[in-house]
Structure formats: C-alpha cells, structure tokens
C-alpha cells in the first residue's frame, strides 16, 4: 500500500488517518439525490468526489461496498417538515403516478453519471423498498424516550436527546440557540418543539405515496432512510459517511441522533463533505436563473453557456478543486479546464515517446512519492493535477535528452501517469473513446442532435450552427437529411 491516506472528519475537524474498522472491508455510504427532476451541476460535484474516493480505496486494495441511494419518498419541500413530498408534486403537475416519475429521473441519473464516469455503486437501494425497517427504527426511538406520536404522526424529541447526548456534535450548532431563534416562529404545528424533526408524518386523504403503520397511514420522514439503509448494508457502525456540505445540517445531524436514539450507539467513524458549486460567484437556484443542468451543460443549451462542456471537462473542472474548497463555475474557468485536460492526457501519451537510455537521471519513485502524498493529504486532487502537471517538466526534457529514462522508468512513469489519470481521477480520453463502441458517445452524439433538432424548429439558428460547429471541431461530421441527421466520425 501506498502511503496512509488521511482524510478530514468533520465530527472531530482534524484530518485523521484511515482506519477501517474491519480491514480489508470498507463500508461507504453517500447521499444520492431526490429523483424528481434532472441532475444538475450541484450533484455532478458529491457524484464525482465520492466516486474518486471510492476509486482510489479500490486502488490501495480495500473491498469496498458502497451505498448510494435513491430518495423516491418522504422529502418535503422544506427542512421543517411542511410542505409536499417533492416526488409527489412533480407527478401531480406532471399527471404521473410518482413511480414513474422516480423511474424517469432514476434513470436520467444513471445516464448522466456514465457520461461523468462515475462508478456505480455496489448497493443503491430505495426509501421506498425500506418502509418495514424504517418503521422498526421509530419504534426503537420511541421506547428509548427519544419520540413522542401526535396524531398519527411521530417526531424526535430533540430536547429529551439532548439531556443525554449531544446534539449539534456535527453541525457544531447549540441546542440553546436553536432554541432562541425558533422560540418565536409560527407554524410549528403538532412538535414539541420547532426543532423536532419528522420521523413518520401521517398521511393526509389526498397524500398518494403512503403506507400502513401502527400509528396509521403516513410516509417516514427524509432523514430516517439514510440511518435506516446506511446500517441495513454496511453494519452497525461503519467507516465513511459522505455528502455534500448543505446536508451537514439538519440531514445528517439528525441521521447522528436518530442512531443514538436506537441503539445507543452512532454509527459513523468518517464523516465527509464536499463543498458547493457557485455559478460567476452566485449560489445556484432555480429562482435565480443560473440554475444548470448537465445535459445544458453537455449541449451547451442554456443562455449562461458560452459552449457546450463534454463531460469529461466537467470532471476534470471539478477536480481542479480540492473538494473541501467551494468551486466557482464560469465560461473562462470551464474552457481552461478543457485546455488543462487536453495537456494532462498529451503529456500521459508523450511519455511513450521518450526513447529507452541506458542509465535513468530521474527518480521516478519521487514523483510516485510526490503524487501520492497528494492523494494521501485528504484526496488533494487538486494538487495531484497540479503535481502531474510540475513533473511533466521533465518528461519534456526526456524528450530532448537533456534528462534520461532506461526502459524499466519509462514503464513506470508511463504506469503512474495512467492509473492516477484513469483509474483513480476517472478521467477519460474522450478523443480515443469515439473509437471505441461504448455506447455513451453515440448517445452523447444523438442527445446533442437531438438539441439541435429542437433549436432550429425554433429558428434558434445560432445554438444549432454552435452544436454543429462544436461536434465538427471534435471530428465528427453531420449530414442532414430527409429522415434527420446521421453523423459519423471524421
Ligand atoms: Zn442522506
């Protein structure tokens, strides 16, 4: 194994050693996303940082399960249990049954993370297959004294929890001002307090996704399945819990509680989080118009979108930043980091072409050293690009002989260069890929036709002429035709 990995807790915000509880076996657990509308720019970013983690736990040997789910039922539209179920009102909008709404964005989901590379978990169950287990979860809190039921309905009883453990351990947030800032507030209905959080909402007469309980028809609340389906696969307590920064609070504090409460014990060694994405400095929002979607990414069909960015330009953007450091998204930084990913993949390919001297003038095993360390600090994929990019100074005097290779070194830097920027980073060359029938080009090729299409029957000439120019640079040529666009590779 290479050097220890340290990754940063947020529990006890120190960078700490990785340590499985139970080597070679690793357990992670990510939150995945609410399946009712498209995946955007906001989860490419968890998408990718667990991915690398899980890539490069792989690499160093572990046997790794990870858990992503889906969350099909039980979030509402805001944090304080009010509100409709988010799937639920997309298919009333939508005259869908909510099913099918889950199954459509499931599955754009799982289009739009192949395109990013991104792995597939080895378990991504569902909330809603887990309704049994969720229901034994709030019995347990229940006979703990931790939950009280209102009228078919059950919360956690913050207050009760924290006269014996402390809440707020994650988020750093204090019972007392909680309790300061919410005295006041309307609407907190039924809860003891406005700080209580859902663990079974009762079911209202026209609410769709419901099941039976012992306290009625209801749904379980959003921050119980991931407790719930977390320790159904990994076990009681388990290594890593990753998501992103805007689930710290009350998400995952709450998932900390709702352990407590049941079995006494939390259930998490490693909690990590990955920062947000900001749009030209802004935060990302529907309201705010700079909301962005990966295929308006992919297509370049959205008014902030100079261009279309491929998928592997987003990767490799996102991986500029180390995933702690907020990233902010704009035209000049995507383009630089097309650039940038051009020049990393050249620079892998030119090592082949050093020719083999006798004796090596470089320390190959430094710049592995050099590499790894980078890893090692807290998946610094930042620095590790950064890292590839400074040793490439003396690949290109190998080239001219002002430095020296023998075969054996030239192997493995070539070796090094490969697994840090395929294996581990994910990234992919997507200029050699076209050749190759992945199926995720061709797709790529025809969802971007596809935009093209609608473009010009809405006399948008200019985002058609753009895709068209675009796919051409690429080496791809578009023939209209009677029955539509063919295309093929130049
Ligand atoms: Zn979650």
């Known amino acids: 194994m290479e050097h220890p990995l340290h990754i940063y807790n947020t529990l006890t915000r120190k960078k700490e050693n990785f340590v499985p509880i139970n080597p070679p076996f690793t357990g992670l657990y990510v939150c995945g996303p609410t399946v009712y509308g498209d995946p955007h720019l906001g989860h490419a970013r968890p998408a990718i940082t667990f991915d690398v983690l899980f890539r490069y736990l792989d690499f160093l040997g572990y046997k790794v399960r990870y858990v992503r789910n889906i969350t099909d039922v039980g979030h509402l539209e805001n944090d304080a249990d009010e509100g409709e179920d988010k ?28 395109m990013l590379n991104v792995r597939k978990p080895s378990i991504e169950p569902r909330a809603s297959g887990h309704i049994i287990e969720q229901q034994e979860m709030v019995e347990k809190i229940i006979k703990n004294g931790f939950a009280y039921e209102v009228d078919g309905s059950v919360y956690f009883d913050v207050e009760a929890f924290s006269k014996k453990h402390n809440y707020g351990k994650l988020s750093g947030r204090v019972l007392d001002d909680l309790m300061a800032n919410t005295r006041d507030l309307d609407g907190q209905g039924e809860k003891r307090n406005p700080f209580d959080f859902a663990l079974w909402k009762k079911a209202s007469p026209s609410h769709i996704m419901r099941w039976p309980s012992k306290w009625g028809h209801g749904f ?92 592997m330009t987003i990767r490799f953007f996102i991986l500029q930043a180390q995933y702690r450091s907020t990233l902010d998204f704009s035209n000049e930084a995507l383009k630089a980091a097309e650039k940038g990913l051009d020049k990393l993949l050249e620079i892998n390919e030119s090592i082949k072409q050093i020719k083999a001297s006798q004796n090596s003038s470089v320390d190959v095993n430094a710049i592995r050293k050099d590499v790894f360390s980078c890893l090692n600090d807290d998946l610094n994929s930042a620095s590790v690009i950064a890292s590839l990019f400074e040793h490439s100074r003396t690949v290109n005097k190998a080239l001219i002989g002002q430095e020296t290779l023998n075969q054996n ?63 051409t640079e690429l080496g791809i040529e578009i023939k209209d035709t009677k029955e539509g666009a063919e295309w093929k590779l130049k």
């Not at 388990?238 to 709450?254: A, T």
């Not at 069909?301 to 261009?307: A, D, G, I």
């Not at 581990?424 to 200029?431: S, V």
Request: aromatic letters at 8%.
């Open 220 to 311: 379980p609340g959003w921050h119980l399945e991931c407790s719930v389906m977390s320790t159904k696969y990994l076990g009681d307590t388990f290594d890593i819990h990753g998501g992103g920064m805007d689930l710290l609070f009350p998400h995952h504090e709450c998932e900390i509680a709702q352990s407590v409460g049941a079995d006494g014990k939390e259930a998490v060694k490693y909690w990590m989080h990955n920062n947000m994405i900001t749009i030209n400095g802004q935060k990302m929002g529907k309201s705010l118009g700079n909301f962005i979607t990966l295929e308006e990414l992919f297509t370049g069909n959205h008014k902030l979108l100079e261009q279309p960015y491929s998928p």
């Open 87 to 114: 799937i639920q009102k997309k298919a009333r909008l939508e005259q869908l049954e909510p099913m099918e709404i889950v199954q459509y964005y499931t599955d754009r989901y799982h289009t739009f993370m192949d």
């Open 409 to 471: 070194d030239i192997n493995e830097l070539s070796q090094l260069y490969s697994d840090v920027i395929y294996k581990i980073l994910g990234l992919k060359n997507e200029k050699i890929s076209k050749n190759s029938d992945s199926g995720i080009m061709s797709g790529l090729v025809d969802l971007l036709l596809k935009e093209r299409q609608s473009a010009k029957q809405k006399k948008d000439f200019e985002t058609s002429d753009r895709i068209r120019n675009k796919l």
